[in-house]
C-alpha cells in the first residue's frame, strides 16, 4: 500500500452507492492512493472470466451483465452498469494497472434458483393478508441517515454530502468512506439486516471470498461493495458460520454475459437495486472536472437552439446566476439539479414545463445505448440477429423512433421482414403503426425502441433455432400445430406472409385447412376471413405464391354464406352487434377477393394462371354474397340492426334503388313495428360511421321518414330508443349533424317547395358556383402535380 494513504489497518473496504458519480470518483482517488494487489467488486462471480471485456474498444457503458438460466432462458438476472459506477470505475483501473478483479456477490446460480423458489412459494400460498408479526420492513439507509441530519429529502441530502464533493487530496481520500462506514455500523446495530433476509447469505459469501483473497495478497487488498454491507465484511466471523449459511442454497445452470443497458433503464429499479432518476446528469457531474452547472446549462441551451427556441448566452449567465442564488438560499453547498431545473425553467424556458419534457427526456434521463464487443458471449441467434441489423442497416438505438417502408424496395422489404420475425419470436423491437402517408399495401410504418429486456427474450427465442429465420419457422409451425382456434392460424398465416417464412406455410395451411373444416362456428369463421383476405394482399406486393390459401379462403367464405343466414336469427342486441361487425368484415373481404371468384385480388398470384381457373370453378362470390344479404333484409327473424345493415350495403352496392330501400324503411318505420326494433334498424342503416349521415344530407324521402317515424314514437318507448338513437347520430361528425338538424328545422313544406323551385338537394346551390371555383385552382394544380397547360375542364371537374 502507498505510505502516505491514512486509513485503518486490515483490507481497504470502500462503501459505495451503486450508480452515484461521487462514490466512483472517490473510489477512484481511494485506489489510486492505495494501490491494492487485487480488487474485489459486488457481483456475480460467474462474471469473473468477462472483466477483460471491459477493456475492449467495442466495451461503451452503459452495459449489464445478465445472467440467464440455461434451462429457462426467461428467468434472468441484471447488474448494470454506467460508466459513473463505483463499480464499473474499480474495474477499469484493475484493468488498467494489471491489478486481478474479482466478483464476489453470491453466485448467480444461487439467486436464480433462490427467486424461483420464492415464485413457487408465492403461487401455492394461501391467499390472504401476511401477519403483521411476518412482515419485515426493508430500512432504507439514506432515508435513516437523512432523517438523523434533519432533512426529508434523502436525494438530496445524499447529493449535498457526498456528490457534490470536489476532488480530494491524497491525504484525505479515505475519509469519506470512513464516515459512511461509520454511519452504516450505527445502522445496522440499530436494524441489524434492515428486512433483507438475504443480506447475511451474501455477505457470508463475501466473506470467504475476501478470506481468500487476503491469503493470497494479505490487506493489500481492495472491496468496492454497497455501504450497506461493510461493517458486516468488517465484523469477526468464523469460517464455519458462514459456510453453515451457504449449506443447502438451490441451484440453477446458468450463462453469464455482457448485453447492452441504456439511461433508461438506469432510471428503474433493477439489478442492485439502486434506480436513480436523473442517471444523464448524474454522467454529467462524473464526467464534468470543473465549473458543472454553467457547462449543465450550455448543454441546455444548445438542446433547445436545436429545437429552435431562442435562447442566447445572457440566457445561459442569468440562468447560472439564479442556480447559484437558490442554491444559497436553499442552504446547498452547490446547486443542484433541482435548483438548475428551476433555473431553467424560469429564464431559458419562460416559465413554461413544456420544454422541461424535452429537457428532462433527452439530458437529465438520455438515451444513451451502450454496445458491447463482438467477442461477448452471446447465443447463436443473438449473433445471426446483429448480423441481419448491419445488413439491413437497422441499428438497435433507446430513442423511440418511427421508421417508414416501402416494401418494393429490397432493403426494406428486409426490414419489414426481419421486424415481423421477431414479432412472432416475442422480441418486440418494433411495433406496426399506421402508415400517414400511404394505405397501400406497399407501406409499413413500424415504431421501434430496443430495450435490453429484448436481449432476454433473443435468449429466450434461442431454443427455436440458432438464425432468425429459422427459428421464426419452427416458432410458427409450433404454433399453428399447437392453435385451437381458427382465427388463431389465419392470423399465423398471415404473419409467416409478412415475414417471409414460405417454408412454414405448408405446415400452416394443413392446420388451417383442418381448423376451418371442423368449426362450425359462423362467427368463428366470419372472423377469420379478413385476415386470409389480407394475406392474399400482401402475396401481390411481397411476391409469394398464395394459391393454397386463395382456395382456402374461397371455400371459407362459402361457409360463411351458407351459415350466416341461420346463424342471425334470434340474436340478443349484444350478439346482433358483435355479429354485424362480421358483416361488415365479411363484406370488405369479399370485395377485395374480387370480382373474378378466384379467391384472390386482381393481380395476386392467386388471381392468374392455374389458381384462377381453379377458382373460377366456384362462380361469382360477390352475387352469392348480395343474394345472403337480401336475405338477411328480409327476414323478420333477423335483429333488426342486421336487417338494416344489410339494405344499406346493398344500395351501397347499387343493388337496391333509392325508392326500394325507402319503401322498406318505410315498412320498417311503420306504426306497427315496436320502437325499439324499428330504431335498431335504423342504426344499422345509417349508423355506424359509414356515410349515413350524409345519405340522410343528401336523401330527403330517408330523412322525412327517420323525421316522422322520431316525432311519432310514444312518450312511453322513447326512453327506450334514446340510447340507440344516440349511439347512431353520435358517430356522425359536427358538420353533418349541424347540416341534418338544419334540414330537419325547415321542415318538408320548405324543402319541397325549394325543390319545386329547382333548388335541387336541400341545401345546395342549384348550379356549380364557378367562381369560388377558379379560385381554388392554383391550389389544385399543385395537388395534382399538374402543370399550367392542364385542361381547365379537367381541373373544374376536379374541382366540382
Known amino acids: 500500500m502507498n505510505d502516505s494513504a491514512r486509513r485503518r489497518p486490515g483490507p481497504l473496504l470502500l462503501g459505495v452507492r451503486h450508480h452515484g458519480p461521487g462514490s466512483a470518483r472517490a473510489v477512484r482517488a481511494a485506489l489510486r492512493a492505495a494501490r491494492p494487489k487485487t480488487v474485489l467488486i459486488e457481483g456475480p462471480p460467474e462474471a469473473d472470466a468477462l472483466i477483460p471485456l471491459a477493456a475492449d474498444p467495442g466495451m461503451r457503458p452503459p452495459v449489464a451483465l445478465l445472467a440467464h438460466a440455461v434451462d429457462e432462458p426467461g428467468r434472468s438476472a441484471f447488474w448494470p452498469f454506467a460508466d459513473f459506477s463505483p463499480e464499473w470505475v474499480a474495474v477499469r483501473w484493475a484493468l488498467e494497472h494489471g491489478v486481478p478483479a474479482r466478483f464476489i456477490d453470491l453466485p448467480a446460480t444461487h439467486t436464480l434458483a433462490w427467486r424461483k423458489a420464492e415464485e413457487e412459494e408465492e403461487r401455492t400460498a394461501v391467499q390472504g393478508p401476511e401477519p403483521a408479526a411476518g412482515r419485515r420492513v426493508r430500512v432504507d439507509p439514506l432515508g435513516a441517515l437523512a432523517e438523523a441530519a434533519g432533512h426529508d429529502d434523502p436525494e438530496r441530502w445524499w447529493e449535498d454530502v457526498v456528490e457534490h464533493r470536489g476532488g480530494t487530496g491524497e491525504r484525505d481520500v479515505f475519509a469519506p468512506f470512513a464516515a459512511v462506514e461509520e454511519a452504516m455500523a450505527a445502522l445496522r446495530e440499530t436494524y441489524g439486516a434492515g428486512g433483507r433476509d438475504r443480506d447475511p447469505v451474501r455477505e457470508a459469501h463475501m466473506r470467504i471470498q475476501l478470506r481468500a483473497a487476503q491469503r493470497e495478497f494479505g490487506d493489500e487488498v481492495a472491496v468496492v461493495c454497497g455501504a450497506w454491507h461493510v461493517p458486516a465484511l468488517r465484523a469477526k466471523s468464523s469460517v464455519t458460520a458462514d459456510r453453515e449459511l451457504l449449506k443447502g442454497l438451490p441451484r440453477i445452470r446458468t450463462d453469464m454475459t455482457w448485453v447492452p443497458w441504456t439511461n433508461r433503464r438506469l432510471a428503474r429499479t ?8 436523473s442517471p444523464g446528469w448524474y454522467g454529467h457531474l462524473f464526467r464534468t472536472p470543473d465549473r458543472p452547472v454553467e457547462r449543465w446549462l450550455t448543454k441546455v441551451a444548445g438542446l433547445l ?8 448566452s445572457a440566457h445561459v449567465i442569468e440562468a447560472v446566476r439564479l442556480a447559484e442564488t437558490l442554491a444559497v438560499l436553499r442552504g446547498r453547498p452547490l446547486p443542484g439539479l433541482g435548483e438548475t431545473t428551476d433555473a431553467v425553467r424560469a429564464v431559458l424556458c419562460e416559465g413554461s414545463d413544456v420544454p422541461l419534457v424535452l429537457v428532462h427526456d433527452r439530458l437529465v434521463v438520455g438515451d444513451a445505448l451502450g454496445e458491447v464487443p463482438e467477442a461477448a458471449p452471446a447465443v447463436p ?4 440477429l446483429a448480423r441481419e441489423q448491419r445488413g439491413l442497416r437497422l441499428k438497435p438505438e433507446a430513442l423511440e423512433r418511427e421508421l417508414d417502408l416501402d416494401l418494393r424496395k429490397e432493403t426494406d422489404a428486409g426490414r419489414s421482414r426481419l421486424l415481423h420475425r421477431l414479432r412472432l419470436l416475442g422480441v418486440g423491437w418494433g411495433e406496426q403503426v399506421r402508415s400517414r402517408g400511404s394505405t397501400g399495401t406497399f407501406r409499413e410504418t413500424w415504431r421501434l425502441c430496443w430495450e435490453p429486456e429484448l436481449s432476454v427474450r433473443v435468449a429466450e427465442a434461442g431454443v427455436w433455432g440458432t438464425t432468425v429465420h429459422g427459428a421464426a419457422t419452427a416458432r410458427a409451425e409450433s404454433d399453428a400445430v399447437c392453435a385451437t382456434a381458427l382465427a388463431e392460424v389465419t392470423a399465423l398465416a398471415e404473419v409467416c406472409l409478412l415475414a417471409g417464412l414460405s417454408d412454414a406455410l405448408p405446415v400452416v395451411m394443413r392446420a388451417l385447412a383442418d381448423r376451418a373444416a371442423l368449426d362450425t362456428d359462423v362467427g368463428r369463421l366470419a372472423e377469420a376471413l379478413p ?22 379462403a374461397a371455400g371459407l367464405a362459402e361457409r360463411v354464406f351458407v351459415g350466416l343466414p341461420p346463424a342471425c336469427a334470434g340474436l340478443d342486441a349484444d350478439a346482433a352487434q358483435e355479429m354485424r361487425g362480421h358483416v361488415d368484415a365479411v363484406h370488405t373481404a369479399v370485395g377485395l377477393l374480387g370480382e373474378s371468384g378466384s379467391g384472390a385480388p386482381a393481380g395476386s398470384a392467386a388471381g392468374t394462371g392455374s389458381a384462377a381457373g381453379a377458382g373460377s370453378g366456384r362462380g361469382d362470390l360477390r352475387g352469392r354474397w348480395r343474394a345472403v344479404l337480401r336475405t338477411l333484409s328480409g327476414r323478420d327473424t333477423v335483429p333488426g340492426v342486421l336487417r338494416g345493415r344489410a339494405v344499406r350495403i346493398l344500395l351501397d352496392e347499387g343493388e337496391l334503388g333509392a325508392e326500394e330501400a325507402a319503401r322498406l ?15 335498431a334498424w335504423i342504426e344499422g342503416f345509417v349508423g355506424g360511421g359509414g356515410g349515413g349521415g350524409m345519405l340522410l344530407v343528401h336523401d330527403e324521402r330517408l330523412l322525412a321518414l327517420v323525421d316522422a317515424w322520431l316525432t311519432g314514437v310514444p312518450a312511453e318507448a322513447f326512453t327506450d330508443v334514446l340510447p340507440l338513437l344516440r349511439r347512431t347520430f353520435s358517430a356522425y361528425e359536427p358538420g353533418v349533424r ?3 338538424g338544419e334540414l330537419v328545422r325547415r321542415g318538408p313544406g320548405e324543402r319541397s317547395a325549394g325543390r319545386k323551385q329547382g333548388a335541387g338537394t336541400p341545401g345546395f346551390g342549384t348550379d356549380a358556383d364557378t367562381g369560388r371555383a377558379d379560385a381554388v385552382l392554383p391550389v389544385l394544380r399543385l395537388l395534382l402535380g399538374s402543370d399550367d397547360t392542364a385542361p381547365d375542364n379537367y381541373l373544374v371537374g376536379a374541382g366540382t
Open 665 to 679: 324503411m318505410g315498412l320498417v318505420l311503420s306504426p306497427g313495428t315496436p320502437p325499439a326494433d324499428a330504431a
Open 531 to 552: 385476415a386470409l383476405v389480407r394475406s392474399l394482399r400482401y402475396g401481390d406486393v411481397r411476391g409469394t405464391d398464395v394459391r393454397a390459401l386463395a382456395e382456402v
Open 381 to 384: 441467434l443473438q449473433r445471426d
Open 270 to 277: 433493477s439489478g442492485y437495486g439502486a434506480g436513480i432518476d
Open 305 to 312: 437552439r436545436e429545437e429552435d427556441r431562442i435562447v442566447s
Open 738 to 740: 349541424r347540416t341534418i
